[in-house]
């Protein structure tokens, strides 16, 4: 797969990724690509991002066994974001929830735990 012509990165190379679950379409991350990375992902098949903390490449699971296999790429309608499909194993969120997006915003400002933790 080759990597699509026209996508807009920003000023340190990178484009946000979302990744979803393909088979329930819950979102379960956020992350930073930039074009190297895409094209790891691409080509091997498994998630590949660009750690903007560490200033390094990560394959999602690499270490962990919670590996995502891409199934389907999108890009927005400015090109300046991907949505990624994946058939996640394991858990998506380093704190040990099934997606990063556990946390719900309740309308006094208060944040609430929604998801269980270390569910797969």
Known sequence: MTIPEGLSYD??????????????????????MNRESLKRTLEGGLTCFWSRSRQEFWVKGA??????????????????ALLIEVEQTGLACHEGYKSCFFRRVLPNGEVEVVLEKNVP
């Open 63 to 80: 270490t962990s066994g919670n590996v995502q296999e891409v199934k389907a790429v999108y890009v927005d309608c400015d090109g300046d």
């Open 11 to 32: 000023q340190q190379g990178l484009i946000p990724v979302i990744i979803q679950d393909t088979a329930t379409k819950e979102v379960l991350m956020l992350a930073y």
